[in-house]
């Protein structure tokens, strides 16, 4: 019935992703704006389709993928889980020695579509193999077992020379390219600027391109998963665990599957993630990565995949625009006009001498320099998110939309 | 109710700004201009007008007068305090040089970034700056100038190594690279030749030699050579922890035990440990904890004047046992470039404390001048061009702050095999000074006159 | 400080007639560095129970907390000078003390500031966010720490400097001991200090903070305090992790030190006082004698930090609440 969007009259509607007309018009735009970015079509956005951006959007991407897979561990099925980048750590290597050429180091120099899916099935299986020892923990125990795995996972990475590197030499990733075999030119590689279908690209639009499918494809695992009989099993093991095994649902065996199903997501991640660094040292997977991931979660909205898609783009894409932000400070203070310059040369300082909680400088000065106040920022956010909103990115949304909805009659 | 509104009124800010962040972000790229031969019409043309302009791609603008010069440094990471002077070093140095006409006219502009160490880093700004820059002025770090190393040969740039991994050498892999300084490798060679000698000399018999290193080229590098020194010289290694010692990370510490337990229970009469200066001090400060006396070395960058500050409990220890070496002479040297080196500070930065890296700085600055320059009078100032133009550089001089090197010719032949030894002053160090004082002015010990250089001492994979 | 080349090792060497250093004489250094490691564990894991027994939280900011109590420390012992500065007559040694008093005091403020802002709004709400929240502030606080450290390592200026007592095959350094008995007089002030009016009101409110109101303990009053009692503990256990032979000063690393204290909590068990003192010491002793003794090539390096870590989880594979945790009973 036109009018009356949310009466459904059958399973299939009620259950469907995009129930609602808006929903399905939403949901195209949204995708239609994410194909035309870098064909800078968009007036006001084409500053997106600059290459520097581009890797921001595809970073963005990329992280998404792995937090979905901690939304399912912990906003669906409610296992904290500060041990997810140990699983990505697992896919990067795995990765690295199906797909890498042989070397020095190990690498059997397979296509993608063997190392992709296997990075991800190598995790999923060190995390079944995990799992045990986890679920026989609960609550926030279960978080510092989880900081074991990351610190364990730490030594364990160093320690393997001949698949990681080593500390602090770290190794080279198999690139993005598309091959049927081991043959020597891939008939599809994301790496070099070229034309594809006529249209000129650069190798930063390729592999936005080639990220934005995968994430697609994450999204709707994620959101199928989240309607299905194991999704609502999930959500009632969170709930109430105690009551969920009474009702039949097998807790041991539901939280190996989130453990599973989460380091599947995870080990993709790792590996999309080192394929697109192309160098990691094995410290890159630390307690600082897994810090970000639950933040994406949480500050996104913690159970929902949209939630933590918008937590994934909040979270990547603020030290950049902080950067910007502060580069352009330091812009109009050099040119000293305007009462912003004057305001911004009290907080910021521009060299050595100058006073400010601030500084531009490359390297230690006055003040906080800008990746150490994107590291505050980050966790006052943090604290402000869980503080204000606990619902998080999709709890305001949902309010702005609820505000719309009933426009003009609000209150 | 209230609480969200301020949230709201936040985002709204934040919209607000990231409009107008943005657009100004496009200005804020750097000069990418590439001009052609022919003279422009600006107004501020450089001054020899009657020569013709030398060909440029990247980094050199002439209509601001200006040459771009990326550094990619370690300033807050393991080896910050070693790598700021150094860069304030450079500073001094193209400052001065710009006051007096820079580069036929052309002033030279420093474009610094902050690696923190980590490769990662180090690979993504090298691929933001080299839009931007003509050349690198330095590198910092071995795995991370190797990470970058097959890029500087593909897109045709010149790096100065922050490193003395032997491979910047080795002409199987020595790409775009001017290295200065004695690598690693021949370093520990001196070093130990000199320490054993004297050793000898005051107890009769050879001293028993503990290894101790980080991983990676910069630590293997350093340890291969004390080995190869410990077989030429007849020295027993008592306890080898090579590559073994892991520097702190983000949610690590390093805990010194392995090592500590290692040289004092060997027994060894000389520790070499080639480490970060914090590791260092670490496995320093365990074993004089279990009352280990010995003589303690390594590599140069394992030496950071703050173990002999006033408050540091290893202050009296490290100068008791510590016996260091250097690529270049310490601030306090009579060399003619150091003394303009200390005058130019005098003027230019009368605050900075006394240092021995600044005249590191002032090396590598001398070599990317020279090869600037030169590029300037062959009439090509491409980023090509420059490395053609420093791979052809001979004898660029330094003023006696280090020895000549040279960039032409057989690498077993122009390998620097230079050491100096200095040991550490703490009444110095009170008096304003740089804290060390010189043992032992450049020399090359005999098995490291002797060694044949076919290739790097350490090759790294991967 | 000169002592003879190898006092300890050498005497046993000559009744043991071995080259190699054994099993035997690397257990004295082993022992010694184990207890004192243990000591500094011992109270970040016993400040940190305090503050989960007290108000239920998880603070994921006790590195952070204790890096800066051992920064304010150096910064008032060296850069500050005060109050030395003003009774210049006094040892340099008390004049130490002093300053390294007032950042304790200094550490246990920001502590209960920290409370106040950030825990005391979110009293209700769900542990996993509180916990979480805690992560926010280690982030923050050791951020602008790091950024006042600088890239050197820092030195406390301590009266201890490197030197050392010894007694037979023991070789301890004036500080470890120092450590050790501040731990035992810290301990013995807690003990004491929960047998006091207030002591008692704090057990209460952390065995039930419903009942506790009921009786008119001023709950907020309880949080503040046990965050200060927590947040100066760790302070200490910062100072003493920044001190030879552990280290030379403070730098931005000192705050992963705390991260030893979860394998110490979860062995003893998240809300058991005793326990969280008996985890410290397990966990530096099994820390010290890993790097002395694990030190077999196939297990690489770094292993004496990942240890605690596999102990912790043998732990709770037998006794999931840690060896003196209260178990909850589930029966499905």
Request: aromatic residues 12%; proline residues 5%.
């Amino acid at each position: 019935m036109r009018g009356r969007p949310l009466l459904f009259t059958k399973y299939t509607a009620d259950q469907a992703l995009l129930p609602t007309g808006t929903k399905k018009v939403m949901a195209a735009i949204f995708v239609a704006l994410l194909v035309s970015i870098p064909f800078d079509l968009i007036p006001g956005l084409g500053f997106l389709a600059a290459n520097d951006w581009l890797k921001t959007l595809t970073r963005v991407f990329i992280f998404a993928i792995g937090a979905l897979g901690l939304n399912i561990l912990t906003g669906l099925a409610g296992q904290v889980s500060l041990g997810h980048a140990f699983f990505m750590g697992i896919g990067a290597y795995a990765a690295a020695v199906l797909g890498a050429a042989p070397g020095a180091l190990w690498g059997l120099g397979l296509p993608i579509w063997i190392w992709l899916p296997a990075a991800g099935l190598v995790a999923a299986l060190v995390g079944v193999i995990v799992a045990p020892t986890a679920v026989r923990v609960r609550g926030l125990y279960l978080g510092i077992v989880t900081l074991a795995l990351v610190v364990i996972g730490g030594w364990l990475f160093r320690n393997t020379e001949s698949a990681t590197g080593g500390s602090q030499a770290g190794r080279n990733f198999p690139p993005f390219e598309l091959r049927l075999w081991q043959e020597e030119k891939p008939f599809l590689s994301f790496a070099e600027d070229g034309p594809w279908f006529g249209i000129d690209l650069s190798a930063e639009a390729k592999t936005y391109f080639f990220l934005l499918v995968l994430v697609a494809v994450f999204t709707l695992v994620a959101k199928n998963i989240q309607r299905t009989r194991v999704g609502r099993a999930f959500q009632a093991i969170r709930d109430r665990d105690v009551a969920a095994e009474i009702m039949g649902v097998d807790e041991f065996r539901y939280k190996m599957l989130a453990f599973a199903i989460s380091s599947f997501f995870a080990g993709v991640a790792g590996a999309l993630l080192a394929s697109f660094v192309g160098r990691m040292i094995p410290e890159s997977w630390d307690l600082a990565l897994s810090v970000q991931l639950i933040a994406i979660v949480l500050i996104g909205g913690a159970g929902t995949v949209s939630g933590t898609l918008m937590g994934a783009g909040f979270v990547v894409i603020v030290p950049r625009f902080v950067q910007e932000l502060t580069d352009l400070l330091k812009e109009t203070i050099e040119e000293g006009e305007g009462v912003l310059a004057r305001i911004g040369d009290v907080f910021i300082a521009t060299s050595g001498s100058d006073g400010g909680i601030i500084n531009t400088l490359p390297g230690s000065g006055p003040g906080l320099s800008v990746f150490q106040l994107n590291l505050v920022l980050f966790g006052l956010l943090i604290i402000a998110f869980l503080i204000f909103e606990p619902l998080g990115l999709y709890g305001i949304w949902l309010r702005i939309r609820n505000y719309w909805k009933g426009w003009p009659f609000t209150y | 109710m209230r609480k969200n509104r301020a949230v709201y009124l936040l985002l709204a800010l934040a919209l607000v700004a990231a409009a107008c962040g943005d657009s100004a972000g496009d200005t804020t790229t750097t000069a990418a201009v590439a001009t052609t031969t022919t003279a422009p019409a600006a107004t501020t043309a450089p001054p020899e007008t009657t020569m013709a302009l030398p060909a440029v791609d990247i980094g050199v603008d002439f209509e601001a007068g200006k040459i771009y010069v990326g550094m990619l440094s370690d300033l807050t990471g393991p080896f910050g305090p070693l790598v700021t002077p150094i860069v304030d070093g450079h500073s001094v140095y193209w400052e001065n040089v710009n006051a007096n006409g820079g580069i036929n006219g052309l002033e030279v502009e420093l474009v610094v970034k902050d690696t923190q160490y980590i490769p990662d880093n180090h690979v993504q700004f090298y691929g933001e700056l080299k839009e931007e820059v003509v050349a690198f002025g330095h590198s910092t770090g071995s795995p991370h100038t190797m990470a970058i190393r097959e890029a500087l040969e593909a897109d045709g740039i010149l790096a100065v190594p922050l490193t003395w991994y032997s491979g910047w050498s080795d002409p199987a892999l020595n790409s775009n690279l001017v290295p200065h300084g004695a690598p690693y490798c021949i370093e520990a060679m001196n070093v130990l030749e000199y320490l054993s000698k004297k050793f000898e000399a005051d107890n009769g018999a050879k001293p028993s030699l503990a290894i101790v290193s980080v991983p990676g080229d910069y630590g293997l590098d350093s340890a291969i050579g004390a080995a190869l020194a410990a077989a030429a010289l007849g020295l027993e290694v008592v306890y080898d922890g090579t590559g073994k010692v892991i520097p702190p990370a983000a949610g690590t510490t390093f805990d010194p035990t392995e090592f500590v337990t290692g040289i004092v229970g060997s027994q060894a009469d000389i520790a070499f440990v080639t480490a970060t200066p914090g590791t260092f001090s670490g496995i320093y400060g365990g074993s004089l904890a279990q009352g280990f006396e010995g003589i303690w070395s390594g590599a140069a960058p394992s030496w950071n004047p703050a173990f002999i500050g006033p408050d540091s409990p290893i202050r009296g220890g490290i100068a008791r046992d510590f016996w260091g070496s250097a690529y270049i002479s310490p601030w306090s040297s009579d060399a003619p470039g150091m003394k303009e080196l200390r005058d130019l500070f005098a003027e230019l930065r009368p605050d900075a404390p006394a240092h021995d890296y600044y005249g590191e700085g002032f090396v590598e600055a001398s070599i990317l001048h020279a090869a600037l320059q030169k590029a300037y009078d062959n009439g090509d100032l491409t980023q090509a061009g420059v490395v053609a133009a420093a791979k052809s550089l001979e004898n660029v001089d330094f003023g006696g702050i280090g020895p000549a090197e040279t960039y032409v010719g057989e690498p077993n032949d122009r390998l620097q095999r230079q050491s100096l030894m200095f040991r550490p002053d703490p009444a110095d160090l009170d008096a304003g000074g740089s804290g060390t004082t010189v043992v032992e002015d450049f020399f090359t010990s005999d098995i490291a006159a002797a060694y044949e250089f076919t290739g790097a001492c350490y090759k790294l994979e991967g | 400080m000169s002592a003879p080349h190898g006092g300890g090792p050498a005497a046993w060497m000559l009744l043991f007639q071995v080259e190699q250093p054994s099993f035997l004489e690397k257990l004295p250094d082993a022992l010694v560095a184990g207890i004192s490691a243990g000591a500094v564990y011992a109270m970040l894991a016993l400040g940190f129970v305090i503050i989960f027994k007290a108000t239920q939280v998880i603070n994921f900011a006790h590195g952070a907390l204790s890096a800066t109590g051992a920064f304010m420390v150096a910064a008032l012992a060296t850069v500050l000078r005060f109050p030395g500065r003003f009774i210049d007559g006094a040892p340099k040694a008390v004049q130490w003390g002093l300053s390294a008093l007032l950042a304790v005091f200094a550490a246990a403020l920001l502590g209960m500031a920290v409370e106040r802002l950030f825990i005391r709004p979110m009293v209700g709400e769900p542990l996993f966010t509180i916990a979480i929240i805690t992560l926010g502030i280690d982030v923050v606080m050791r951020t602008v720490t790091s950024d006042f450290i600088g890239t050197d390592i820092r030195p406390l200026g301590d009266p201890w400097g490197a030197n050392s007592f010894e007694a037979g095959p023991f070789r301890v350094a004036h500080s470890e001991v120092a450590q050790i008995v501040v731990a035992v007089v810290c301990l013995l002030g807690i003990w004491i200090f929960f047998r006091t009016r207030f002591g008692v009101a704090m057990r209460a409110t952390a065995y039930d903070q419903e009942a506790a109101m009921t009786q008119g303990i001023k709950v907020g009053r309880i949080f503040s305090v046990a965050w200060g009692i927590g947040a100066g503990l760790a302070a200490v256990a910062g100072l003493f992790a920044s001190v030879f032979p552990r280290s030379t000063g403070v730098s931005s690393f000192t705050a992963f030190v705390a991260l030893g204290v979860f394998p110490a909590i979860i062995i003893g068990g998240l809300d058991s006082v005793p326990g969280a003192v008996i985890g410290g010491f397990i966990i530096g002793l099994a820390e010290a004698l890993a790097g002395s003794y694990l030190t077999f090539d196939f297990l690489g390096t770094g292993f004496a930090g990942v240890f605690p870590y596999i102990v912790m989880l043998v732990v709770l594979l037998v006794r999931p609440y840690g060896l003196f945790g209260t178990a909850e009973i589930r029966r499905v």
